[in-house]
């Protein structure tokens, strides 16, 4: 029996907002962990040297990169969420035509196709 569009899209809202919800799960753990190793290292700093310093700066570093990274993919979730709420969901942003069922399958806060996608990494490039 086909699905029909309402609950198509209800299942995908459902994915979405999954996703969203263990991104926020995900950068509250690391944000509390980050908070953790900033205490640690406050009052475990006496006799750094510079290899020391240097590995808790290097370690804060990645910890942010991480935080940022999760922050970045939440927005993209949001964002998509954002889109099927106002029913442009699963169209490119760039060229208007529909985005491959495969290809939100795979990344379902895919916003562009893949020959948008593509023109845009080599602008970047």
Known sequence: MPVDEATRTEQIRLTL???YDELTA??????????????VEVSDSA?????????????????GSVLRTILDRR????HA???????????CEGCAAPIPVERLEIFPA????VACKQTRERRAA
Do not use: F, I, M, P
Not at 26 to 39: F, K, M, N, S, T
């Open 17 to 19: 907002l999954a996703r």
């Open 47 to 63: 006799g750094d040297d510079q290899a020391d310093s240097g590995s808790k700066t290097a370690e804060r570093d990645t910890a």
């Open 81 to 91: 969420l954002n889109r099927l709420a106002a029913g442009g969901y699963g169209s």
């Open 75 to 78: 927005d993209q979730y949001e």
């Open 26 to 39: 995900e950068y509250e753990a690391e944000h509390e962990r980050g908070q953790v190793l900033r205490l």
């Open 110 to 113: 895919a916003t562009t196709c």
